[in-house]
């Protein structure tokens, strides 16, 4: 492998790919805002996340010419998410006294019931809000907890959790396709829809019911404690009742997935083999969460490092991918 040097790396700054262009089944050029670059003989790698890389093959690829395609952006997945903030009284729980700094803890739990969904938890507590555990809070919590609520409790150990499920990747009423009429901008012309169907309805009740059980189990040191709940964070209003369903659930979905699934030869609909290549494209390969089959509820982060890796080291040593893909053993 040769090293990576400025003498063969080129980074081109301030240039938008609006189009791949292709000679047959081999793409060639790209089509930017500074003009057409040629690819020469090189592997194309789409590492720009679902949506971005999902509107750059629609614009380039017709279905006619390219029927594997045809179901690029039919299928979608993401997480929705709920989120509450909840504290009681440092006296209530087996936790050193105030004056002892900052504690912090955190947990993930997961689980299943329609679909996958999972909790992650912080919790902090601190009498010194005006020190540098404020920083040490917003550096290590999982779900930031705002600086207003940790300086409004001193006295409080506070919890904020975060739960996220999965959207039905089998819900037709998900997709991504391109606008309808001539539009201006390749770079901004695709159309996103989401649409919850009963069982994503079903699971984002059962998480949020999971999720204000699991925070009042682990608040309560006794039967009949009460767990505060924050309900308006600009006039500082806790309440011991929950927060509504609508005031918990996040507006948009995270973590777009699948866009462009990768299935074997056994899956004739999906647009990636396992090579990572897109199908009936000779040079184009795909990484990131577009090749989720299924959303799952986990964070896909490392998951997209380690696929990226694999791609990249198969490419390199000139291996058969879809073999490796198929006899690799995780660890």
């Known amino acids: 492998m040769k090293e990576i040097t400025s003498a063969n790396v080129q980074t081109i700054v301030r240039c938008s790919v609006e189009k791949i262009i292709y000679d047959g089944k081999k793409a060639t050029h790209l089509q930017t805002s500074l003009g057409v670059l040629p690819l020469h003989n090189a592997k194309l790698i789409l590492a720009m996340s679902t949506l971005p890389s999902t509107t750059l ?95 409004a409790s001193p006295e409080h150990v506070l919890v904020s959790c975060s739960a996220l499920g999965e959207l039905d990747h089998k819900n037709k009423d998900n997709w991504f396709r391109l606008k309808e009429g001539t539009q201006s901008d390749l770079t901004s012309n695709g159309e996103l829809q989401i649409v919850p169907n009963d069982q ?35 006039k500082g209003v806790w309440k011991t009742e929950r927060p509504t369903k609508e005031s918990i659930h996040q507006k948009n979905a995270v973590h777009d997935a699948s866009t462009m699934w990768m299935g074997g030869d056994g899956d004739e609909e999906a647009p990636v083999g396992l090579d990572y290549r897109l199908r009936g494209v000779e040079n184009v390969f795909i990484t990131g969460g577009a090749l989720w089959p299924t959303g799952g509820s986990w964070n896909p982060v490392l998951t997209i490092v380690a696929m990226a890796m694999h791609l990249a080291d198969s490419l390199n040593e000139g291996k058969n991918i879809d073999y490796v893909a198929k006899h690799s053993v995780s660890s």
């Not at 204000?212 to 767990?227: A, M, R």
Request: aromatic share 8%; glycine share 6%.
């Open 57 to 151: 093959v629609l614009n380039s690829f017709g279905k006619g010419e390219f029927p594997f395609l045809a179901n690029v952006g039919k299928r979608l997945t993401a997480h929705f998410v709920s989120s509450a903030v909840a504290r009681v009284p440092r006296n209530r729980l087996p936790v050193p006294s105030a004056g002892q700094g900052v504690q912090l803890g955190a947990v993930y739990i997961s689980g299943k019931a329609q679909a996958q969904y999972h909790l992650q938890m912080s919790a902090v507590a601190t009498s010194n809000p005006e020190s540098r555990d404020l920083e040490l809070c917003r550096q290590f919590s999982a779900n930031s907890i705002s600086e207003g609520c940790i300086k």
């Open 200 to 234: 994503d309805l079903t699971l984002w009740d059962t998480m949020d019911d999971v999720m204000f059980k699991t925070i009042e189990s682990c608040l309560s040191s006794s039967p009949g404690d009460k767990v505060e709940y924050l309900h308006d964070e600009n």
